[in-house]
């Protein structure tokens, strides 16, 4: 491994040049939004006006490169889980309950164990959210795809309720951390470099358990959690850590002010750290350091044992998150 520390970046993925490639074809994107459109690209979920009120809610994800370590480990059914309960969490920031999934799965060649594992954790999180697995494409592409590889994606599509209201994010609010069970889907390309000489059998103490059960351990669904909360704005950390996605549910000119202490991180972050020698920055701006959503709530209606990881406060520079 090099003296110099990793990043996600020389691990092959460049969230800053994704950024840059959005901002030049959103004009694109938006000249094909009429009114209907009630919210386009930015937020973890889009919103489609219908007759009458409510709006429909529809977000799409892959799962990223955990799809490698899932394949060296032959243990897929997780996989399935994880797309779900992504595009879950993305509408639900919405406030939206889910209608329908489908999914996009490609491969070199499809192999019948590989898809009903798949298929299997999908069905098993659909269900669990109370939306139907409606249909999807299942595509062969050989020379695309090398044998044994394949891809994963999710499309899903919620209603948000006539008269739905949030009250407006102000300066004051507390943020609530709802805990990850892991790394969920996202940083995977960087763990992996962290990782490439370690067998996924390989048992580090403080993880408890085996490697690649630890990487594997599916995301976690927060539909329920954020039912039993009176929120009024909500960040899924996904690709971009706790950095890149908390200011996306923050109104412009206000920031957020986190309180390292106030949370478990759990020990895999450590353990990536330290053995990537990654800074902090970097740890911040690519997981989600075991807050798989923050919500924004008023000081008053903080629930009895939430965890308070924070506040909102007034953006005084240019970083929309600091640390205390």
Not at 109 to 122: A, I, Q, R, W, Y
Not at 233 to 243: C, E, P, R, W
């Amino acid at each position: 491994m090099s003296s110099e520390g990793l990043s996600y970046a020389a691990a092959g993925v460049d969230i800053e040049a994704y950024e840059r490639a959005l901002e030049r074809v959103k004009p694109l994107i938006a000249a094909t939004h009429g009114k209907e459109v009630a919210v386009g690209v930015g937020p973890f979920a889009g919103l489609y006006a219908l007759a009458g009120g409510g709006h429909l809610a529809a977000s799409a994800d892959g799962v990223g490169t955990k799809i490698k370590v899932a394949i060296a480990a032959a243990s897929h059914r997780g996989i399935g889980v994880d797309i779900v309960n992504h595009c879950v969490n993305d509408i639900a920031t919405a406030g939206a309950r889910p209608l329908f999934f489908l999914d996009y799965f490609a491969t070199g060649k499809l192999e019948p164990d590989v898809f009903t594992e798949l298929v299997d954790g999908m069905t098993a999180a659909c269900r669990a959210a109370g939306c139907a697995l409606l249909g999807g494409e299942t595509a062969e592409m050989p020379g695309v795809y090398a044998l044994g590889d394949y891809d994963l994606a999710g499309f899903i599509v919620g209603l948000v309720e006539p008269g739905s209201k949030r009250d407006a994010v102000k300066a004051g609010d507390a943020l609530i951390g709802l805990p990850s069970n892991g790394l969920h889907t996202n940083g995977f390309s960087l763990v992996r470099k962290v990782f490439e000489d370690v067998p996924l059998s390989h048992f580090f103490p403080e993880l408890g358990k085996p490697l690649g059960e630890v990487l594997l351990e599916p995301h976690r669904s927060y539909l329920d959690d954020l039912a039993l909360v009176q929120w009024k704005s909500a960040a899924h950390i996904t690709g971009g850590g706790v950095l890149g996605n908390l200011p996306r549910c923050l109104p412009d000119g206000l920031g957020a002010r986190l309180e390292r202490r106030a949370w478990r991180i759990p020990p895999v972050f450590e353990l990536i750290r330290k053995r990537g020698r990654i800074a902090d920055d970097e740890m911040y701006g690519t997981f989600n350091m075991g807050l798989g959503m923050i919500v924004v709530v008023d000081r008053e209606e903080v629930p009895s044992g939430a965890t308070v990881v924070g506040e909102v406060v007034g953006q005084t520079g240019p970083d929309r998150v600091t640390f205390l």
